[in-house]
């Protein structure tokens, strides 16, 4: 297992500012877009990257929306809309059940809820994780490797 320092990792985005409202391109209500990411001071002895995007206010309790992992030490970025699949990285099955990212959905009149993006730093170039893995099981095997994390907070609402 890793041992996790406090780096000064940051996870930014263009489209989304901390504690900001989510635009609406990248929800359920639209094109269901993922965000445009982006990361600096990751430690020199990460291997990859993961990053994994939870709903912990969901009614049934944390709801997972995205992971993607195995994400090469060399990238610093993700583009928006970054299609599941493409090399050089994996996506787990999100809570939808598909494979990729699934925007924020939350139930209609639920008020806001607040979507965590975390960027783990990880000491392996690659999870040891089957084609079938969740989000839940990157979210578990990143933190057992991780050096480093950073978190984005959006919100979203549906009324």
Same mark, same amino acid.
Do not use: E, M, T, W
């Given at each position: 297992m890793a041992k996790q320092r406090t780096e000064s990792m940051h996870l930014t985005s263009s489209a989304i500012k901390p504690g900001g409202q989510i635009p609406r391109r990248f929800t359920c209500d639209a094109e269901n877009l993922s965000p445009p990411l982006a990361w600096s001071g990751a430690p020199a002895e990460a291997r990859s990257? &993961?990053?994994?995007?939870? !709903? $912990?206010? &969901? $009614?049934?309790g944390d709801f997972y929306h995205w992971a993607a992992f195995d994400i090469p030490a060399n990238v610093s970025r993700l583009t928006e809309s970054r299609a599941s699949g +493409? &090399? $050089?990285?994996? !996506?787990?099955? +999100?809570?939808? /059940? +598909?494979? /990729?990212? /699934?925007g924020p959905c939350p139930p209609r009149g639920h008020g806001a809820h607040r979507y965590h993006f975390k960027l783990y730093a990880i000491d392996v170039e690659r999870l040891e994780l089957p084609p079938t893995a969740r989000c839940r099981d990157v979210e578990h095997a990143a933190g057992a490797h991780a050096l480093a994390t950073a978190e984005l907070i959006g919100t979203y609402s549906r009324s």
């Open positions: 990257f &993961a990053i994994v995007c939870r !709903d $912990p206010d &969901a $009614p049934s +493409n &090399a $050089p990285l994996r !996506d787990a099955v +999100n809570d939808f /059940g +598909n494979r /990729g990212y /699934g």
